[in-house]
Each structure stands twice: as structure tokens, then as C-alpha cells.
């Protein structure tokens, strides 16, 4: 008779069990951490925060990590100061070049061309028309000039600052300026001393500013100039 109590009273407890699974959500939750947030979630809605936003705007005055200051405006002024006077503070070497190349070819490519003739991918698919080959005798790009247009973008083409880094951009120019001396059938720059390189890279950094890579720079020639006598 016990027997048949407790077999009754366990049947009756499990469908009571059974009858409250609620199959839209887990009912009985061991460590609820696992299955809820503790922290906020990006773009949530909090009332704790002003607007309800959890992605609220950075405070007054400061600077995202690896942000570096470039002097030059965005105007037509600044463009051709930074054209006349801006000069690229990296070593012409075959590692730079490279990664020059490889940069070149995943964001630049594909409207300026594998060549820099301006046939991309994009113009030669007539998506993109007017972009000049970078020999082109109006434009008369320099270091200075790829680069701001690179930081800011110029007519069509937009900004890569967000892309890329203060290095990246430098490595980019450097074989822009590869590109045109073929197009313009000059020789290819003697590569220059290995060890200016590593000096270079040790003083460089994405997050230094360009005074710290035109001192770079400086210790780098004055190596090889006392090399040389």
C-alpha cells in the first residue's frame, strides 16, 4: 500500500512539474550569469544614461587610443601646403614597400588600379569614371599630397583615416610613388640600409605623432651619414 501512496504522490508531482515548462524560456537557470548580462549592451536603451543610450558620445577634449595629430587643415590652402612641404619620414625599403604594396592593393586598387593608371576594377565595370592615372601632368601628386588625401579624402574619393593607420598611410605613399616612377618610366629608388629600418620601427609607432617620426627619421640619417665617413 505504501508502495502504490509514494508511486502515486511521485506521478502526481511530475506532472505538476510538467504542467509549468514554459517552452519560450529556460525555467530553472543554474549560474543566470551565463544566460544574462551583467554589463550593458552596446546601443542598449538604460535609463541610467542621458538620451536612454548606452553608446554615449566620448567626454569634451579627449582622443581615442592611437589617434595621432596631423597639423594640415582640410582645405584647399593646407592641401597645397602639405603637397609643397610634407615629406614622408619612413625609410625606402623593401619590407615598407611591400606592405606598401599590399595596402595599396586592398583599399586602393580597385578604382586607381593594379598599375595606378586609373583602371580599377570599378572604372574599367564603368562604376567610377574620371579617376587620373597617377602621372597624369595635372596633378602632379608628391608624398605630401598622397598622403593628405589619403587622411582627408579629395572629390570623390573618401577618407582612409579610419582604415588606416599614421605607418599604413606612409607605406601606401611610398609605393603610390613607385607607381608613378614606373608609369613615368624612371628606375626604381635604390632601397635603402636595413638597419634604418629597424631604427625606424622601434621609433615609430601608430600612436606617435609626426614629430616623433621626423626625430626618427633624423637619428636614422645621422647613422648613415657617419657610416659613410
Given at each position: 500500500m505504501?508502495?502504490l501512496i509514494?508511486i502515486?504522490?511521485?506521478?502526481i508531482?511530475?506532472?505538476s512539474m510538467?504542467s509549468?515548462?514554459?517552452?519560450?524560456?529556460?525555467?530553472?537557470?543554474?549560474?543566470?550569469n551565463?544566460?544574462?548580462?551583467v554589463s550593458?549592451e552596446?546601443?542598449?536603451?538604460y535609463e541610467?544614461f542621458?538620451?536612454?543610450?548606452e553608446?554615449?558620445?566620448?567626454?569634451?577634449h579627449?582622443?581615442p587610443?592611437?589617434?595621432?595629430?596631423?597639423?594640415?587643415?582640410n582645405?584647399?590652402?593646407?592641401?597645397?601646403?602639405?603637397?609643397a612641404e610634407?615629406t614622408?619620414?619612413?625609410?625606402?625599403?623593401?619590407?615598407?614597400?611591400?606592405?606598401?604594396?599590399q595596402l595599396?592593393t586592398i583599399?586602393?586598387?580597385?578604382?586607381?588600379?593594379?598599375k595606378g593608371?586609373?583602371?580599377?576594377?570599378?572604372?574599367?565595370r564603368e562604376?567610377?569614371?574620371?579617376v587620373?592615372a597617377?602621372?597624369?601632368?595635372?596633378?602632379?601628386?608628391?608624398?605630401?599630397?598622397?598622403y593628405?588625401?589619403?587622411?582627408?579624402g579629395?572629390n570623390?574619393m573618401?577618407?582612409y583615416?579610419s582604415q588606416?593607420?599614421?605607418m599604413?598611410?606612409w607605406?601606401?605613399?611610398l609605393?603610390?610613388?613607385d607607381?608613378?616612377?614606373q608609369?613615368d618610366?624612371k628606375?626604381?629608388?635604390?632601397?635603402?640600409?636595413e638597419e634604418m629600418?629597424?631604427m625606424?620601427?622601434?621609433?615609430i609607432?601608430?600612436?606617435?605623432?609626426?614629430?616623433?617620426?621626423?626625430?626618427?627619421?633624423e637619428?636614422?640619417?645621422d647613422?648613415?651619414v657617419?657610416?659613410?665617413?
Amino acid at each position: 500500500m505504501k508502495t502504490l501512496i509514494n508511486i502515486g504522490f511521485a506521478i502526481i508531482a511530475s506532472a505538476s512539474m510538467v504542467s509549468c515548462f514554459n517552452n519560450n524560456k529556460p525555467n530553472y537557470q543554474y549560474f543566470p550569469n551565463m544566460y544574462q548580462p551583467v554589463s550593458y549592451e552596446a546601443y542598449g536603451e538604460y535609463e541610467i544614461f542621458p538620451g536612454q543610450q548606452e553608446a554615449m558620445l566620448p567626454p569634451d577634449h579627449t582622443l581615442p587610443r592611437g589617434f595621432t595629430t596631423y597639423d594640415y587643415e582640410n582645405t584647399n590652402e593646407d592641401f597645397e601646403l602639405a603637397k609643397a612641404e610634407l615629406t614622408n619620414p619612413l625609410p625606402y625599403t623593401e619590407k615598407n614597400v611591400n606592405i606598401g604594396k599590399q595596402l595599396y592593393t586592398i583599399y586602393c586598387a580597385v578604382c586607381h588600379g593594379d598599375k595606378g593608371d586609373g583602371q580599377g576594377i570599378l572604372v574599367t565595370r564603368e562604376k567610377i569614371l574620371g579617376v587620373p592615372a597617377f602621372n597624369d601632368p595635372g596633378r602632379s601628386i608628391t608624398e605630401g599630397s598622397i598622403y593628405h588625401v589619403m587622411y582627408y579624402g579629395k572629390n570623390a574619393m573618401g577618407s582612409y583615416a579610419s582604415q588606416t593607420n599614421e605607418m599604413e598611410r606612409w607605406q601606401i605613399d611610398l609605393y603610390i610613388l613607385d607607381l608613378k616612377a614606373q608609369l613615368d618610366g624612371k628606375p626604381q629608388r635604390a632601397i635603402e640600409d636595413e638597419e634604418m629600418e629597424t631604427m625606424m620601427e622601434q621609433e615609430i609607432k601608430p600612436s606617435n605623432n609626426e614629430m616623433n617620426m621626423a626625430n626618427a627619421s633624423e637619428k636614422a640619417k645621422d647613422t648613415i651619414v657617419s657610416k659613410e665617413n
